[in-house]
């Protein structure tokens, strides 16, 4: 199992060390450093890494490497999710997750890792579980604890670990009772130089947020269950009864949680919210290129497309671009050759569009790629996949509770070639 | 106030100042110290010195300082061990405590401290722990007992931990159940012969109804312990299969990986033609492609699995190329790997696409991903016939981006391209000799050079083609430098009245000036090839090439399934077995997929029951009653021609008629009270008995013997001669004997001694109906009666004509020996080995197929201990016993030997020969259509090897 955890800032250094058998010398990051040291890019770094005797499994997040340290045949990807499930109860627990944040929590984070991993066994990864155990430091507490000198530390039994509800409080009590659900869709794609849609899906997912009093049972029905055919559970819904009747059925853990996660796959026509007409051009022999870009809305149902950031890597050989946006304004950066153009919401009667020049390095011969534009976008009230919830009901609970359902569409990685 | 004020202490005299902190009486000061402690040693700062001040916190109430305590002892306990006694009954305190939360803290910080001395006093609490009443207590036990198996194994099974963990698989609470299975498999992994995760269907049924019930993590450990078990049936396989999928919809991509494992595992038995194959098939799909949608570190080791899965099971997928398109933000480790399963699944279907898409990243930015893009066109290239032309057009293409190092590169495969459709794009030559000067990597020049001087005659100024290399010669890596040579020759060969001073200059130039051995030796051997038989070198030279496959990139069926059965593992990540790279490699046991049901048991059966002889004991056979029906029924009799016939026509040979008299004579009056004989034996006693003393075929024995003095260089394994029929049962007659094969003849070679009081003459021999029908060819010789304690050496030439009838075990056979005084009966085993004929090597293609084709439930693998031969010398040695070494590869330090050996019956039988440099234990791995002579032919490979 998971014998040891290093976490190494983008500088190299680590910063912070956890061992949960025996002591692994901290000369076993060598290893991670020269794979560093040979990527070219931070997230270039292979996440399996042998070493002599140990393996080093790593994720980057927030431009913090977790390494962790294995020596016996384990699932690397049981080792790559819990790392995960380390960094989100970190950013559940202190806002951020940053080597600031760890350092000023120092004695937390050792405290939390020593409750979610048991000599390299899981022992409590659910938040609400380890939020039970130790309290999450806040200003107010802490300054409570300096003066009366109570601790963090809880001292019940986590009673949720033994029930049949592992993920749930036991004894929650809300004055007003909330229940309220993110259906948040991302769109991937591909589009090649064409416009034509050589690849396209959707990532879905539902987020809640639920303040509901005691233990409320809930159903979620779905206008269009159909479009959910490859999802992944929150385990507190109960399959049998999704498999038979294509309903939600669960007890929600108290408060933020991740109740499914779905894939409208490539083979279903995705809608593509907007177009996008380029010609990035250089010429032989001469030192300009010409950059013309035009956005426009197409499948969006009469909802505004909003937040939108477009960005692209520009050659090498481009010392600068010189650009004029009909709105919103560009950046772009001369080291990294990055362009970006926060162009804010389309106004379908009005086009937004980026044209100008950009000057090559003297006597350089025309770049052999061609750059790649990465959109990014919004879209309030609408998943676009057409997914609509049908109701929401609660069982097991006398009061009224206040529910409420929001819808949005963003871009993934939504690429198009140019 | 945060706590990045512990680590800002820079003043003198820390340790010191901290010492003061920790005896202070107030409890806020000492948990402010404890913190500052616990904050120095996270940066690795050494705090040991401190450890009795800690150590005296402990006795508290407050369980956030008792936690910090916890965390300080379990770092130190080490390097401070009599130190750590002092701890050790606040913890047996402890684990007494009403709170169960403390109870399940003491034990597990406890198991934390690696010190024997402690590890002594755990035992108790641990006992009781481990049947507290609290589950959480319990589950937190059943992983201390993991950890002190760690610290000392054998306090752990004398204390009958062990035990107490198996029974907690049947615990009422399913986190129990899942961290006693944890536990269990870490445990077993360092005992690999131990029976501790004991799996029948009860306890599978545990853990199936565990596995609805517990955390995410217990999900992985249970599913992971489900895949090591091997149902009974397919319909104990599907039940498990359908409790098993709800799993792939987890939210946790580990758990979904555990699940595709047990689920391809498991469908190996599940018939074909099952409506619920087709439904399990489908399932899978979604499942992988989400996986993909989730962080390039999970991406990555996914897509390392489905390149396995693809393989093995290519039409989960093969809907799905899409997702595998490149992002071109995606890391540079996912790039490749999604590279490499869409060439996987690229097919006549979606070809087009894929070039498309292959084009397009040949235009990327990144150099590594680039050329493994231009690389994947021509695999496409050779893997679908019909995209050829389009895959060849589009490397043209790339040729003129004049991008050097894709040029390069598309030279390379298009020189593999042409391996693959000789005769059909030569005319795209022209375009790659214009850019044969910005070649400048090895491998590039190299396959230049190769399309050179393969094509000569079709270029016309190759000879100034290659001239132009050839200038400078000894700055060439040695691949161009042979390449070059041998292309040179070729050329010669084509166009010898030209070329002739230039193959001299080569010639020289790589016998005379080199100091590469390799590029010397090939240069004599050209030189003098040329120089004797000019003839004979253009058939060497010019031989017509094996055309190349894309087999070429999978991995080995053998090796793919073990890998199947490790998915979501190192191994899969590694593609290579567990054995290969698990530290020390203790506890790895090769893991196979079940065979499909219902087929490959039924002939074994049927032959089974009818011979009524089957259980007979191989010692001696009592001569009486229906075994000597059997024994005596009608095909007993040696045929008398030698001469190779069909094997299979052994049935319609023995049926011949010549036997009734040979039976009878043999057999002579002594048996005439036996009613089985009877209806048999009615044929005349004529002519025949002369005959079997008559020296006719004597002169054939003499043949034969000459032919095994003759020999071969690698003698057959003979087995040493064994007591077959010992004097006390046969009234004074003992043989002993064995089987040897001397130039393609099968004999059986005997020693007679008399051990009784008076002469023995008239002897004679019968076998019964065997499995390869081996029947004598000729008479017993002996020729002179025996004298009392007198030995008589006696060669028997055996054929393989006589009548068939299974026996068990198959190589079994059974002997009628006749003197003056009373026929005796006894059975014999001879190796198989001796049945293996001279032409038994196969063509390596048909080898391939045949491998293949032989379903997978025929293979059988055995280990074979304590050889130390190296593969050659294994290879000459089995060489001898006609079993023939088909084809050679070196893996990772292992000789993988590829064998075939034909049996007279015209069974063939595939081996691969897995040998470890240094490692004296061999695997072999058969495969055969008849899978139980299996079994046999493992016991010749023994039996040769360590002879």
């Not at chain 1, 108290?254 to 010609?279: E, T």
């Not at chain 1, 709105?327 to 772009?332: A, C, D, P």
Request: glycine letters at 6%; a negative charge.
């Amino acid at each position: 199992m998971i014998h040891s955890l290093f976490l190494v800032n983008a500088s190299g250094d680590i910063f912070l060390e956890k061992h949960w058998k025996s002591v692994v010398s901290r000369s076993v990051c060598d290893y991670f450093f020269e794979a560093q040291e040979r990527a070219t890019e931070p997230e270039n770094v292979p996440p399996v890494i042998p070493t002599p005797h140990h393996y080093l499994i790593s994720v980057l997040r927030h431009r913090i490497y977790f390494v962790a340290v294995i020596q016996s045949e384990v699932p690397p990807l049981f080792v790559i999710e819990f790392l995960h499930r380390v960094v989100d109860t970190f950013q559940d627990y202190f806002g951020v997750c940053t080597e600031a944040a760890i350092k000023d929590n120092v004695v937390v984070v050792y405290e939390l890792l020593e409750e979610m991993l048991d000599n390299g066994f899981p022992l409590a990864t659910e938040s609400n579980i380890l939020k039970e155990l130790i309290k999450p430091p806040t200003i107010l507490r802490t300054m409570v604890n300096t003066i009366t000198g109570s601790t963090n530390v809880g001292e019940q039994l986590p009673t949720g670990q033994l029930s049949v509800v592992p993920w749930r409080r036991t004894g929650v009590k809300y004055t007003n009772n909330e229940a309220y659900f993110d259906v948040v869709e991302e769109i991937d794609a591909i589009i090649d130089k064409s416009g034509s849609t050589i690849t396209a899906e959707i990532q879905g997912v539902i987020d809640a947020c639920v303040k509901l009093t005691g233990m409320p049972d809930l159903t979620l029905s779905f206008m269009n269950p159909r479009l959910l055919d490859d999802v992944s559970f929150h385990p507190c819904v109960r399959f049998k009864r999704w498999e038979a009747e294509r309903i939600l059925s669960f007890i929600p853990p108290d408060g933020n949680f991740r109740l499914l996660s779905y894939h409208v796959s490539s083979q279903n026509l995705v809608a593509i919210p907007v177009y996008v007409k380029h010609n990035i051009s250089f010429r032989e022999g001469s030192s300009q290129g010409r950059f013309d870009l035009t956005l426009g809305p197409k499948q969006t149902m009469g909802k505004a497309v909003e937040s939108v950031l477009v960005s692209s890597q520009l050659p090498r050989g481009v010392l600068n671009a010189n650009l004029n946006p009909s709105q919103g304004t560009y950046t772009f950066d001369p080291v990294t050759k990055m362009l970006t153009w926060d162009v804010g919401k389309i106004n379908p009667q009005k086009l937004p569009s980026l044209k100008g020049t950009m000057s090559l390095q003297a006597g350089a011969s025309k770049p052999d790629e061609n750059p790649t534009i990465n959109i990014q976008l919004k879209i309030q009230q609408m998943a676009i996949s057409g997914l609509k919830v049908n109701r929401l009901d609660m069982y097991g609970e006398k009061y009224k509770p206040f529910k409420g359902i929001k819808y949005m569409t963003k871009a993934g990685k939504f690429q198009v070639r140019t | 106030m945060t706590d990045s004020k512990y680590f800002t202490t820079t003043k003198k005299g820390e340790i010191f100042e901290l010492k003061a902190e920790l005896n202070s009486d107030k409890k806020e000061k000492k948990k402010e110290a404890v913190k500052k402690v616990i904050a120095s040693m996270t940066v690795g700062k050494d705090v040991s010195a401190l450890f009795p001040d800690v150590v005296n916190c402990m006795q508290t109430d407050n369980l956030e300082l008792k936690k910090l305590v916890y965390l300080y002892l379990m770092n130190y306990a080490k390097s401070q061990p009599d130190m750590a006694i002092m701890a050790v009954n606040t913890f047996v305190k402890d684990c007494e405590d009403p709170n169960p939360l403390i109870r399940a803290l003491a034990v597990r910080t406890m198991g934390c401290i690696r010190v024997d001395k402690i590890t002594e006093y755990l035992c108790e609490p641990l006992r009781k722990c481990l049947k507290d009443e609290d589950p959480y207590v319990r589950k937190t036990a059943a992983v201390c007992v993991a950890k002190l198996h760690d610290i000392n194994a054998q306090l752990v099974e004398d204390q009958g931990f062990l035990d107490t963990l198996k029974d907690l698989i049947s615990d009422s609470n399913p986190m129990v159940v899942a961290n006693a299975v944890a536990a269990l498999s870490e445990i077993a992994e360092s005992h690999p012969n131990s029976n501790l995760l004991d799996l029948n269907p009860q306890t599978i049924n545990k853990l199936l109804t565990a596995l609805n019930e517990c955390t995410e993590w217990g999900q992985i450990f249970i599913l992971d312990c489900l895949a090591n078990y091997t149902p009974r049936d397919d319909r104990e396989s599907q039940s498990i299969c359908e409790r098993v999928t709800p799993r792939l919809s987890h939210a946790n991509s580990a758990v979904v990986l555990s699940a595709v494992k047990v689920l391809m595992k498991f469908m190996e038995m599940l018939p074909k033609d099952l409506d619920y194959y087709g439904t399990l098939l489908k399932k899978l799909a979604p499942p992988l492609v989400t996986l993909l949608s989730a962080e390039p570190e999970l991406q990555y080791v996914a897509l390392r699995n489905i390149n396995l899965i693809v393989q093995r099971r290519p039409e989960i997928l093969k809907h799905e190329m899409k997702v595998f398109f490149v992002k071109y933000n995606d890391p540079i480790y996912v790039k490749l790997e999604k590279l490499d399963i869409m060439i996987r699944l690229a097919s006549q279907a979606n070809i087009a696409q894929v070039l498309a898409e292959l084009k397009e990243y040949a235009t990327e930015v990144d150099v590594d991903f680039v050329r493994k893009a231009v690389r994947a066109i021509g695999r496409c290239a050779i893997k679908v016939e019909q995209s050829a032309e389009r895959c060849v057009s589009t490397l043209l293409d790339l040729i003129q981006t004049k991008v050097n190092y894709v040029v390069q590169e598309a030279i390379v495969v298009i020189k593999d391209i042409f391996r693959k459709y000789p005769n059909k794009y030569e005319s795209v030559i022209a375009t790659l000799c214009e850019n044969l000067d910005s070649l400048d990597e090895p491998e590039a020049r190299a396959a230049m050079i190769w399309i050179v001087g393969e094509y000569a005659e079709r270029i016309d100024n190759a000879d100034e083609l290659l001239e132009s290399f050839l200038e400078g010669f000894h700055d060439e890596s040695t691949q161009v430098q042979l390449q070059l040579l041998t292309a040179i020759v070729k050329l010669f060969l084509k166009k010898p009245t030209e070329t002739q001073e230039l193959v001299q200059q080569v010639l020289s130039l790589a016998t005379q000036d080199s100091d590469n051995p390799d590029l010397r030796d090939r240069g004599y051997i050209y030189w003098r090839l040329l120089s004797t038989d000019p003839v004979a070198a253009k058939e060497v030279v010019l031989a017509e090439k094996p055309l190349i496959s894309e087999e070429t990139d999978l991995i080995e069926p053998t090796l793919l399934e073990e890998l199947i059965c490790h998915i979501g593992t190192l191994a899969s990540v590694y593609h290579k077995p567990p054995s290969a790279f698990v530290e020390g490699s203790r506890g790895v046991q090769h893991k196979r997929l079940p065979g499909s049901a219902g087929s490959g048991e039924s002939e074994s059966q049927d032959t089974g029951s009818a011979a009524g002889v089957t259980e007979a004991p191989p010692a001696v056979i009592p001569s009486q009653g229906d075994l000597l029906g059997d024994l005596l029924n009608l095909d007993l009799t040696p045929p008398t021609t030698t001469g190779p016939p069909p094997p299979s026509s052994g049935m319609q040979m023995g049926a011949m008629d010549l036997l009734g008299g040979g039976l009878d004579s043999l057999l002579g009056g002594d048996l005439g009270g036996s009613p089985a004989m009877g209806a048999g034996f009615s044929a005349p006693t004529a002519a025949m008995p002369a005959s079997f003393n008559a020296p006719v075929s004597g002169g054939l024995d003499d043949l034969f013997d000459l032919g095994g003095g003759v020999g071969l260089p690698m003698g057959a394994y003979t087995p040493p001669k064994t007591i077959w029929l010992p004097a006390m049962k046969a009234k004074g007659l003992e043989i002993s004997g064995t089987f040897v094969r001397r130039a393609g003849v099968i004999q059986m070679e005997m020693t007679l001694t008399n051990k009784a009081m008076s002469v023995m003459t008239d002897f004679a021999i019968q076998f019964n109906r065997n499995s390869f029908g081996l029947a004598p060819a000729g008479p017993l010789q002996v020729l002179t009666p025996l004298s009392p304690n007198q030995s008589i050496e006696v060669a028997l030439p055996l054929s393989t004509v006589g009548p068939v009838m299974k026996m068990e075990p198959l190589n079994n056979l059974q002997v009628a020996v006749k003197n003056n005084i009373d026929v005796f009966y006894f059975s014999c085993q001879y190796p198989i080995s001796m049945l293996f004929v001279e032409d038994g090597k196969m063509e390596r293609q048909v080898f391939l197929a045949t491998w293949k084709d032989i379903p997978n439930d025929n293979e059988s693998q055995f280990q074979i201990k304590d050889c130390h031969l190296n593969s050659d010398a294994a290879s000459n040695k089995l060489q001898g016993s006609n079993i023939f070494t088909i084809a050679k590869r070196t893996v990772e330090g292992q000789d993988m030997l590829y064998q075939s050996m034909k049996l007279t019956n015209s069974i063939w039988v595939l081996a691969e020969l897995r040998v470890q440099a240094g490692n004296p234990n061999y695997t072999v791995c058969l495969k055969c259509r008849a899978a139980e002579v299996s079994q046999g032919v493992f016991q010749c490979y023994e039996a040769v090897l360590k002879n």
